[in-house]
């Protein structure tokens, strides 16, 4: 009778893990749907106009990085032409390029496996908050990468156009003249920082910020 009243009081992890009684609450609906669909998804288009469409993908970044330099006045991106007329041709890139592209698409098809995958694995507030962590690097990282442009487009603007801190404007700032190239390289990136910032800060984690110790997952503890 007392082992039977001990297990009872003392319930196995396994028994534990099945009817989810030990660490942290369900993860909002918010972070799921944006960490393990919208999120990856979008890697993936990503990853298919990188891979498989390189040389539209080239031409739309090089028409961007140069537009403004026709005008003498401070350019806006929203006012530039996007038909398939005013973008330069697509030019098949050369060999060292197709493959740096083709990496590029790998890596994004990286992105979206290993966020999907790993956070749909488990409920570990830990482990989720350790693969975002180095994600919000990523995209740290990801927005440097458009400094380029920016230099670019403040350098066609010149004297006239503002100098340099506009293109750093226009490519950072000035969401309302983006177009769906910048809205996904620097706009979504804005958004997928914001939503890992709140996450590691606890935000809609009912103050459960803190490290939850590792939750049983499969009859097995997630460290």
């Given at each position: 009778?007392?082992?039977?009243t ?9 028994s534990?893990?099945r ?15 944006f ?28 028409y ?11 350019p ?14 697509n030019?098949?890139p050369?060999?060292?390029t197709?493959?740096?592209l083709q990496q590029?698409?790998n890596?994004y098809l ?35 990468t458009?400094v ?18 506009w ?6 700032g ?31 984690l ?6 939850d110790g ?5 009859g097995?503890?997630?460290?």
């Amino acid at each position: 009778m007392a082992t039977t009243t001990t297990n009872a009081a003392n319930p196995s992890p396994i028994s534990q893990a099945r009817t989810g009684s030990l660490g942290p609450p369900n993860i909002p609906l918010a972070y799921r749907l944006f960490f393990l669909y919208i999120e990856p998804i979008s890697a993936l288009v990503g990853a298919f106009y990188a891979g498989w469409l390189p040389a539209q993908y080239l031409a739309y970044l090089a028409y961007l990085s140069s537009s403004p330099s026709t005008s003498t006045s401070s350019p806006s991106l929203s006012s530039s032409p996007t038909s398939s007329a005013s973008m330069p041709p697509n030019v098949n890139p050369d060999t060292p390029t197709l493959i740096s592209l083709q990496q590029l698409a790998n890596l994004y098809l990286l992105f979206a496996i290993n966020e999907h995958c790993v956070l749909s694995s488990t409920n570990s507030l830990r482990t989720w908050r350790t693969l975002l962590a180095g994600l919000l690097l990523a995209d740290f990282g990801h927005l440097v990468t458009m400094v380029p442009m920016a230099r670019s487009l403040g350098e066609g603007a010149g004297a006239g156009g503002g100098g340099g801190w506009w293109g750093w404007w226009e490519v950072f700032g000035r969401f309302w003249g983006w177009d769906a190239m910048l809205w996904g390289s620097v706009g979504f990136v804005y958004v997928g920082a914001s939503m890992r910032m709140a996450f590691l800060l606890g935000v809609g984690l009912g103050g459960r910020g803190n490290d939850d110790g590792g939750r049983v997952v499969g009859g097995k503890k997630d460290e």
